[in-house]
């Protein structure tokens, strides 16, 4: 599929599912949707920038057993969820050449930006992390991580530039505003 200039705004539940197919998205906005912007699985999808995901009552994107591409300027702003309000991936993997920003992103147990489980993360771009939160005060150890939570056997390779600015976890014990690592292995290398 090719999805592009495309505004998907107030759908009453998910604004795109995606299952078994490979796509491209390109200038693409999700806005107000009640379900996630998209809902993805067992898929390939690149998103080749210049895409806006805002204001979605369960997260920009959902990925269960895919591969994401993104290539250009990407945002993720204000999306609420469970878990991951910019970005929920199970089992996926996620390969970022291009600028990312998760601004003021909310989920109630992991990752206000971004919560991977089991998931591969790779990026060589710029990542920014700026006022997510995670939001609900209870413990479990992968409760926490205001800007990115990965667990679970997640790996996570970022290998440039990313900031980390006011992001905050309300998990009593597990916490980490900035980033949560919970059975993870997570590499930065900015040079």
Same mark, same amino acid.
Do not use: P, W
């Given at each position: 599929?090719?999805?592009?200039?495309?505004?998907?705004?107030?759908?009453?539940?998910?604004?795109?599912?995606?299952?078994?197919?490979?796509?491209?998205?390109?200038?693409?906005?999700?806005?107000?949707?009640?379900?996630?912007?998209?809902?993805?699985?067992?898929?390939?999808?690149?998103?080749?920038?210049?895409?806006?995901?805002?204001?979605?009552?369960? @997260? /920009? %994107?959902?990925?269960?057993? =895919? *591969?994401?591409?993104?290539? +250009?300027?990407?945002? $993720?702003?204000? &999306?609420? !969820?469970?878990?991951? @309000? /910019? %970005?929920?991936?199970?089992? =996926? *993997?996620?390969?970022?050449? +291009?600028?990312?920003? $998760?601004?003021? &992103?909310? !989920?109630?147990?992991? @990752? /206000?930006?971004?919560?991977?489980?089991? *998931?591969?993360?790779?990026?060589?771009?710029?990542?920014?992390?700026?006022?997510?939160?995670?939001?609900?005060?209870k413990y479990h150890i992968m409760n926490g991580g205001g800007g990115l939570s990965a667990v679970e056997d997640s790996v996570v390779n970022?290998?440039?530039?990313?900031?980390?600015?006011?992001?905050?976890?309300?998990?009593?014990?597990?916490?980490g505003g900035g980033l949560l690592a919970a059975d993870a292995t997570v590499n930065i290398n900015a040079e």
């Amino acid at each position: 599929f090719d999805f592009s200039n495309v505004t998907l705004q107030e759908s009453a539940g998910v604004s795109l599912n995606v299952q078994d197919s490979n796509g491209l998205v390109t200038g693409a906005r999700f806005i107000g949707n009640a379900g996630a912007g998209m809902n993805i699985t067992s898929s390939t999808v690149v998103f080749d920038g210049n895409n806006t995901f805002s204001d979605n009552l369960d @997260g /920009g %994107i959902a990925s269960y057993d =895919s *591969t994401l591409q993104f290539i +250009g300027v990407n945002q $993720f702003t204000k &999306n609420t !969820a469970t878990r991951g @309000g /910019g %970005i929920s991936a199970i089992s =996926s *993997t996620i390969n970022c050449s +291009g600028n990312m920003t $998760f601004e003021y &992103n909310s !989920a109630e147990q992991c @990752g /206000g930006g971004i919560c991977l489980n089991g *998931t591969r993360m790779t990026s060589e771009s710029h990542i920014r992390f700026i006022g997510n939160t995670q939001t609900v005060l209870k413990y479990h150890i992968m409760n926490g991580g205001g800007g990115l939570s990965a667990v679970e056997d997640s790996v996570v390779n970022i290998n440039a530039v990313s900031d980390f600015i006011h992001n905050t976890a309300a998990a009593e014990y597990s916490g980490g505003g900035g980033l949560l690592a919970a059975d993870a292995t997570v590499n930065i290398n900015a040079e």
